[in-house]
């Protein structure tokens, strides 16, 4: 019984099958078979709020660029990033660095990376894992969505746009992932980053994301440094 506490401490995936087929119950090791969402979420360095450019000077040199190189981002680069986005920058009443209608706060921000498919939990800080799966080929057929180190997918959950009518839920969606759009945008040209945001084919991204009916695809948008 030790050995067997000992064990689901190490991998807290574990399952116990009690079976009749079994003479004792299984041990069922089911981490690398499902329930990515159950790893540890990626704690991500504390954002550098004082780093970069001057905002005129951001926007001066804010540009779309389509050859990335697939070097990776360090997780402070990228936690500065998916917080100029889209974080928590005043934890006193919850609020962003963007703005939604109705701080309705409805876009997810998808991080998919060689490592995985990431989604950004910013009152954590933190990445929670959706899959160990490298997704970055099925987002688009446009070149930069493999090659980019980071491919954010903007999913907005409709459901959380509870004071907007029926009919207008997809049009505050749009309107507020243009705004993190634009802070990924501008963050990029203040750490020299490249980036593209894309439009994307959506039903078959809604299986690759394991999306719920309420979420909705919006656009996508790669980041990595410019090749030249
Ligand atoms: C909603 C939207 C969709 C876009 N879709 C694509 C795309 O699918 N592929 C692409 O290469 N660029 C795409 N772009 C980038 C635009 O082509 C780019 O912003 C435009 O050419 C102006 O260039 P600039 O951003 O350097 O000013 C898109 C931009 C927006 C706002």
């Keep these: 019984m030790t050995k067997l506490l000992t064990l689901l401490r ?17 041990l069922w090791l089911s ?11 990626v704690a ?19 540009q779309t ?3 990335l190189d697939r070097r990776a981002l360090t997780d ?5 990033l998916l917080w100029a986005g889209f974080g928590v920058n005043r934890p006193g009443n919850g609020h ?11 876009v997810d921000l998808y991080v998919a990376r060689a490592d995985g498919l990431f989604v950004y939990d910013a009152p954590g800080h933190r990445l929670s894992t959706v899959t160990g799966e490298d997704v970055r080929g099925r987002i688009s057929g446009q070149a930069f969505a493999k090659e980019a180190p980071v491919v954010l997918v903007y999913v907005a959950n409709l459901a959380k746009l509870t004071k907007a009518k029926p009919e207008r839920k997809s049009f505050y969606a749009a309107i507020d992932v ?3 759009v634009q802070n990924i945008y501008l963050y990029c040209a203040s750490e020299n980053l490249g ?21 909705e695809i919006i656009l996508a948008q790669a980041v990595g440094y410019p090749l030249k």
């Design 10 to 26: 190490t991998f807290p995936n574990a399952r116990i099958i009690p079976s009749a087929f079994y003479p004792v119950g299984l």
């Design 31 to 41: 981490a690398s078979v499902t329930l990515a969402g159950d790893l540890a979420p």
């Design 44 to 62: 991500l360095p504390a954002p550098r709020v004082t780093s970069g450019k001057p905002l005129m000077q951001a926007l001066q040199d804010r």
């Design 65 to 67: 660029t389509r050859e």
């Design 76 to 80: 402070q680069v990228l936690g500065d």
């Design 96 to 106: 962003r660095t963007a703005p939604s209608a109705m701080n309705s706060q409805e």
């Design 178 to 180: 243009g705004c993190v």
């Design 195 to 215: 980036t593209v945001v894309f439009d994307l084919d959506r039903p078959p991204l809604t299986e690759v994301l394991r999306l719920k009916p309420d979420q």
